[in-house]
């Protein structure tokens, strides 16, 4: 009887083991088929891939964006690379990338899927989503933010206090070194709770430590290996533990957080002066109520929201780290900004967006910041709504293309000195703001950021607020700063520093 057990489990075991040969066979050769069709189907070239895996070995996996301006100087402007059996096309500088977004529009307006966002938001939402749950909300999201920034100037008038909290703040510091981070992000998160809410909270609320603590984890999550680790493989992640989870568990927190805000919201409205975003997204929900098509509800209430929080509320604290980071850099950069501060605004009144067309050499600055930090050098992924012919070659409806902005916003053709902080890039020979077509921080077309008034307004005002009172150094001095941001998965992040505020 043993020795009977002994070979069925043996026979089992090769049968095992055939099977999973076989399979991994079929897989290869299906990969490999489906390779060879797409160079019949005139695909955009690229290196050839590894079954199963690839082109994952190719890749700089912390700096992609750096492998594919390096893989574009062989395959050119258009290219194809695959991230496992996954098949992906990248479109490299300033034309290319222009002639997609802006000349055929509609037709690169899809969102590819990024699992673990979708997995997130669970589909609801404007940031992933298509068709006319994208419409609809777009639209709506892109007026709502206009209105509040430039139209009734309330978002304005929450950043110029959330200026003088920040100030407050950097007083107490009574001329120590500091780390930024922390407090910037603050007052970012603010901003976009001032927005949402309709109300700031004190730095040391706790309800907003809990709120600043989810965001944060969540979003070191969906930046870590896990986050990435889970796009690669989200079927099988979604079956296995691990530290992925507490990404899910962040975000379902997060969104009870913000349908406890929606409720209160309700109690309290009055249609007749809608305070903040939720009271404005409330009323269109009444008012298509009885539409069948309209996606307006609960669930896309929340998830958009949080997809404010998520765009908006680190990018522009880093911009802003980044942008006192560089005048620390360049102390006569900053004497400049100063000096125009002074002479526009005074020591006295707050800065206002009206100031921002008198300031032309802060304006500059500004952008030259936005453009050097590359804050989103991948973009996010868009993808083929239809059958495109692009460029001479054929991308199929549903494939995934990566715009690239780190090569628009690094284009030899269109900057004088890319890789280097040059104001002058935005300025004419008279000194006056001069605009770049390649200024593509926000990216373009159909599917640029809802948020790009909102994410100026708040650097500008911030920015100009903080130079206004203070004079910024660095403990060891300008030399001992490196500016070269740091890839982190979607976002580039400056390097950790200690700045010192000095009253003026």
Same mark, same amino acid.
């Given at each position: 009887?043993f020795?009977?057990l ?5 026979d089992?075991?090769? /049968?095992?083991?055939v ?7 079929t ?12 160079v ?9 891939p ?10 700089d996996?912390?700096?992609l !964006?750096?492998s !594919?301006?390096?893989l574009?100087?062989?395959? +050119?402007?258009?290219?194809?690379? %695959? ?8 479109l490299?500088g ?12 509609e037709q ?23 068709g ?18 430039t139209?009734?100037?309330? *978002? /304005?008038?929450?950043?110029q206090? /959330?200026?003088?909290?920040l ?17 910037l992000n603050?007052?970012g998160?603010?901003?976009?709770c ?17 709120l ?6 969540m979003?070191?999550?969906?930046? +870590?290996?896990?986050g990435?680790?889970?796009?690669t ?5 979604e ?5 992925h ?5 962040c ?15 309700k ?5 007749s ?8 997204f409330?009323?269109?929900?009444e ?6 098509? *309209? ?7 929340? %998830? ?5 929080f ?11 780290r980044?942008?006192l ?23 006295q009144?707050? #800065? ?10 802060t ?5 030259e910041v ?14 083929a ?8 070659y *054929? ?11 780190h ?9 004088a ?10 300025l004419n020979?008279?000194?006056? !703001?001069k605009?770049?077509?390649a200024?593509?921080v926000?990216?373009?077309?159909h599917?640029?950021?809802a ?7 708040e ?10 009172k203070?004079?910024?150094?660095? #403990? ?24 010192i505020?000095?009253?003026?």
């Amino acid at each position: 009887d043993f020795v009977t057990l002994s070979t069925s489990r043996g026979d089992a075991s090769m /049968e095992l083991i055939v099977t999973l040969a076989l399979g991994a066979f079929t897989l290869v050769l299906a990969v490999l088929l489906k390779q060879r069709r797409t160079v019949q189907q005139n695909f955009p070239p690229g290196p050839p891939p590894l079954p199963v895996i690839g082109n994952l070995l190719q890749l700089d996996r912390k700096a992609l !964006f750096k492998s !594919f301006v390096k893989l574009s100087k062989t395959y +050119g402007p258009v290219l194809t690379v %695959y991230f496992g059996v996954k098949r992906v096309v990248v479109l490299v500088g300033f034309k290319t990338v222009q002639e997609a977004l802006v000349d055929k529009a509609e037709q690169f307006a899809g969102r590819a899927p990024i699992p673990v966002l979708s997995r997130i938001n669970k589909g609801y939402g404007l940031g992933t989503s298509n068709g006319e749950r994208w419409r609809q909300l777009r639209e709506f999201t892109f007026r709502t933010l206009r209105d509040f920034v430039t139209g009734q100037k309330r *978002t /304005e008038q929450s950043i110029q206090e /959330e200026a003088k909290h920040l100030a407050k703040e950097l007083c107490s510091a009574e001329g120590t070194p500091c780390e930024p981070t922390n407090l910037l992000n603050l007052a970012g998160c603010n901003v976009i709770c001032s927005l949402v809410f309709g109300e700031r909270f004190d730095y040391k609320d706790p309800r907003f430590a809990h709120l600043l603590h989810l965001l944060s984890e969540m979003l070191s999550g969906v930046r +870590g290996p896990w986050g990435q680790l889970y796009n690669t493989f989200p079927k099988l992640l979604e079956y296995l533990p691990g530290p992925h989870r507490q990404i899910f568990s962040c975000a379902e927190q997060l969104a009870d957080f913000l349908m406890e805000e929606i409720c209160t919201h309700k109690k309290t409205l009055n249609p007749s002066c809608p305070r903040d975003f939720i009271d404005c997204f409330l009323l269109k929900m009444e008012q298509e109520k009885d539409s069948s098509s *309209t996606e307006f509800h609960n669930n896309n209430m929340v %998830y958009t929201i949080l997809g404010l929080f998520i765009a908006g509320a680190e990018t522009t604290s880093t911009t802003l780290r980044y942008a006192l980071m560089l005048v620390i850099k360049h102390p006569r950069v900053q004497e400049r900004i100063q000096k125009e501060i002074d002479a526009v605004i005074g020591a006295q009144r707050h #800065p206002a967006l009206e100031d921002l067309k008198a300031m032309p050499f802060t304006n500059a600055v500004i952008h030259e910041v936005q453009r050097l930090l590359d804050v989103v050098p991948m973009n996010l992924p868009h993808m083929a709504t239809q059958n495109i012919s692009f460029r001479g070659y *054929t991308i199929p409806a549903g494939t995934t293309v990566i715009p690239l902005l780190h090569s628009v916003l690094r284009d030899e053709e269109q900057w004088a000195s890319p890789d280097s902080f040059y104001p002058q890039h935005f300025l004419n020979g008279d000194g006056s !703001f001069k605009k770049n077509p390649a200024f593509l921080v926000f990216s373009a077309g159909h599917r640029s950021c809802a948020g790009e008034s909102l994410a100026y307004a708040e650097i500008f005002i911030m920015f100009t607020s903080l130079l206004q009172k203070f004079s910024f150094t660095c #403990p060891g001095g300008p030399h001992s700063l490196d500016v070269t941001p740091v890839p982190s998965s979607f976002a580039n992040i400056p390097q950790a520093y200690q700045l010192i505020a000095t009253p003026r």
